[in-house]
């Protein structure tokens, strides 16, 4: 099974978003299926075969997130955080602007879905191979 200092691991290779393909595929070698990030403290919950489960601790004291969400403001800063521009700090702080409460990868559907704080999807991407 896999352990919070493997995918620590795997984290501190990504710069950006440009990095997100190659560290989804890292995690996937570990074992893991899916992963729910929580916005507001920066805690990851990890699902791997057999049902195995890890808890990441929260990153960072919570942050508010909008109760206004914006689909248009969250795809704007997933693009430029795609092409490099911003960081993985900078990336959650704005998806909290934009009221993404979470989101969830699913590395078997290669999929990651942004939800609000209503658990309305605000975002579906296919993540690239």
């Not at 893991?32 to 403290?41: C, F, L």
């Not at 919950?45 to 919570?62: I, Q, S």
């Not at 508010?64 to 248009?72: C, K, L, N, V």
């Not at 704080?117 to 975002?123: A, Q, V």
Request: aromatic share 10%; proline share 4%; charged share 20%.
């Amino acid at each position: 099974m896999f352990t919070i200092d493997q995918i620590r691991n795997a984290h501190s290779k990504v710069k950006s978003g440009a990095d997100f393909p190659a560290y989804i595929q890292e995690l996937k070698s570990l074992g893991i299926q899916a992963y729910e990030h929580m916005v507001g403290d920066g805690s990851i919950h990890y699902v791997g075969t057999d049902n195995f489960r890890l808890a990441a601790p929260p990153k960072w004291e919570a942050r508010m997130i909008s109760q206004t969400a914006s689909a248009d403001q969250l795809k704007q800063s997933l693009q430029v955080h795609q092409q490099g521009q911003s960081d993985y700090p900078t990336f959650c702080q704005q998806a909290a602007e934009a009221g993404v409460d979470k989101w969830i990868v699913d590395m078997e559907a290669m999929k990651c879905v942004y939800y609000d704080g209503k658990g309305n999807e605000l975002l579906s991407e296919d993540i690239p191979e």
